[in-house]
């Protein structure tokens, strides 16, 4: 199963990944996803094009400081 870190936007974004094996955690804003990076391991990171408190340009940056192997999708 993947872990998979979805950033920003509401539960219906997910809905369409519910029947696939994956576990989703899902935060509201880009320093919650941070602090999730630093205590949590994810497979890959989804992102919604417009986060509060952090733009997702920036913390696309911040992610790849912190995790280089990991894909960013946004």
Do not use: C, H
């Amino acid at each position: 199963m993947l872990d998979v870190l979805f950033v920003g936007g509401n539960k219906n974004e997910t809905a369409p990944l519910d029947d696939l094996p994956i576990n989703i955690d899902q935060v509201q804003n880009g320093m919650i996803a941070l602090s999730a990076l630093n205590t949590e391991n994810y497979d890959s990171i989804i992102l919604n094009d417009q986060l509060p408190m952090l733009a997702a340009s920036r913390l696309i940056s911040e992610i790849r400081k912190m995790l280089r192997t990991k894909p960013a999708l946004a």
